[in-house]
């Protein structure tokens, strides 16, 4: 089966097993762990922060960074489609009380303008305590909805000013920060310069099994610890898993650029074949969205049953994610299952 489900399917190497199986563990809730704290600091180094709180999913950080940011009734803005609204099972609700506030960008970017439009203008005529104050502001780069598209830094840096300036904390879901990196040339750090937090995955193109990291700086990381462990995140030799996330930092991160490249040059056959429309404006790193002129699940279900897995979105739309288990024979492979199956080839 050739998976283009996501880039969270890829199995950890035989080298980053025997790192798993050889790394130093303690119990990290009593902060005794060696190989998460070396973690921790090389990430924290990495993005340029401080401090860093190791944790089991991106879902958690993000979700610790909100709680750990405001209060029960804060105003949380963001784009529509970002994961932490669309894909982390109301967690900001539940978990802390808060109200989100989804503006529509374009390609998952929007405007300095648009987030002064959405908080507006304070005047003492109108009771300050009527409304959700707004506290934080949340930036997805890269942005798994809108097809991994990746922020222009200067209007990244435009709009955390404006937040910034109308009072509000930043945090960055930086789970395909790396691909950002990658595909664009500017390095983590400067992306997270203007956040106060930012959240980094390592099971999502780099291949390891599990963990993200939240960074920040240090009282602000403290203060994170406590919520990851009300919310379930307190883990005890997780050094193993920490092992593999270290050893995808040093040897895989180089390898990302392959998945840009191979994304491009798979959207671009798809646009040149009739039956598919690809908007080549959005692949930017590893992540393909594109739409089928069949029924988008029963197109997903015959190239299934040929052995292709791919997630259908909408009534045309589907989601292609190249990642390090694929070899260039499993592209072309897709490639043409995907041309039999639109054109209604009975061809195995």
């Known amino acids: 089966m050739i998976d283009l489900r996501s880039d969270t399917v890829t199995k950890p190497t035989p080298e980053m097993r025997e790192a ?24 924290a180094n990495l993005l340029g922060k401080e401090d860093a709180v190791f944790v089991p999913t991106g879902s958690m ?5 909100i709680r750990t940011h405001t209060e029960p009734g804060d105003l949380v803005v963001l784009e529509r489609r970002a994961h932490i609204v669309r894909s982390e099972g109301g967690g900001g609700a ?3 009380g808060v109200t ?8 998952g970017v929007f405007t ?8 507006g203008r304070a005047h003492p005529f109108n009771p300050s305590t009527l ?12 942005h798994n909805g809108a097809g991994g598209t990746i922020w222009p830094l200067d209007e990244l840096r435009n709009v955390c000013e404006t937040g910034r300036a109308h009072g509000m904390t930043l945090h960055l879901d930086g789970a395909r920060l790396w691909h950002a990196s990658a595909s664009s040339g500017v390095d983590v750090s400067v992306y997270a310069e203007p956040f106060d937090t930012v959240n980094v995955c390592f099971s999502k193109g780099l291949g390891a099994p599990i963990g993200s990291a939240l960074v920040g700086e240090k009282p602000f990381i403290d ?14 030799q997780s050094g193993m898993v920490a092992a593999a996330a270290l050893h995808a930092l040093e040897h895989h991160r180089g390898d990302l650029s392959i998945d840009v490249e191979r994304a491009a040059f798979f959207a671009r056959a798809l646009q040149s ?6 908007d080549m404006a959005s692949v930017q790193s590893n992540i393909v969205r594109f739409e089928v002129e069949m029924d988008a699940g029963d197109f997903a279900s015959d190239c299934y049953s040929r052995g292709l897995y791919m997630l259908p979105s909408d009534q045309h739309g589907m989601r292609a994610v190249l990642h390090r288990d694929l070899s260039e024979e499993d592209v072309d492979a897709a490639l043409q299952i995907m041309k039999q199956v639109v054109s209604g080839s009975s061809n195995p």
């Open 131 to 142: 409304l959700s104050p707004p506290t934080l502001l949340c930036i997805e780069n890269t």
């Open 94 to 96: 539940a978990l802390s």
């Open 112 to 119: 300095a303008d648009q987030l002064i439009e959405t908080l």
């Open 100 to 107: 989100m506030r989804p503006l529509d960008g374009v390609n």
């Open 273 to 278: 074949t009739a039956g598919f429309s690809v």
């Open 61 to 65: 950080s993000n979700q610790i960074a």
């Open 223 to 236: 203060r994170a610890r406590r919520f990851k462990q009300q919310f379930g995140g307190g883990m005890r």
């Open 20 to 43: 798993m199986l050889s790394a130093a563990v303690g119990d990290d809730v009593y902060a005794d762990d060696p190989t998460v704290n070396k973690l921790e600091a090389v990430v």
